[in-house]
């Protein structure tokens, strides 16, 4: 069974930056990709970014484009999010999922392990 755990989030002030981590086990080899969504009090679920395992390409939402960098360490089987300039409207848990295939993908249907999440608050 697939275990996701991530870690790193917390409170900071508008314009600064948090780095996630998200550790996957459970899996000795790991080809699906991977994303991180987020979810703000009242809310859905949205996506945030994803990246391949294989060749690390990824993909980001617009409202984090440029401002977010997603990376994964093949040895380690880990996913960093870094999250620069952030905005109060980046407040929300995080959560980190593995997807039913390697191509990536926006969906919250298309990930099949998720992490319990972490919270990451940006005040003003």
């Known amino acids: 069974q697939v275990q996701v755990v991530e870690s790193g989030g917390g409170l900071v002030q508008a314009g600064g930056s948090l780095r996630l981590s998200c550790a996957v086990s459970g899996r000795t080899v790991i080809t699906n990709s991977m994303a991180w969504f987020r979810q703000a009090p009242g809310k859905e679920r949205e996506f945030v970014a994803a990246i391949t395992w294989n060749d690390g390409r990824a993909i980001f939402a617009d409202t984090v484009k440029g401002r977010f960098t997603i990376s994964r360490d093949n040895t380690k089987n880990t996913v960093t999010l870094q999250m620069n300039s952030l905005k109060p409207e980046d407040t929300g848990v995080y959560y980190c999922?593995?997807?039913?295939?390697?191509?990536?993908?926006?969906?919250?249907?298309?990930?099949?392990?998720w992490g319990q999440g972490t919270q990451v608050t940006v005040s003003s």
């Open positions: 999922a593995v997807a039913r295939r390697i191509y990536l993908s926006r969906p919250a249907a298309d990930y099949e392990s």
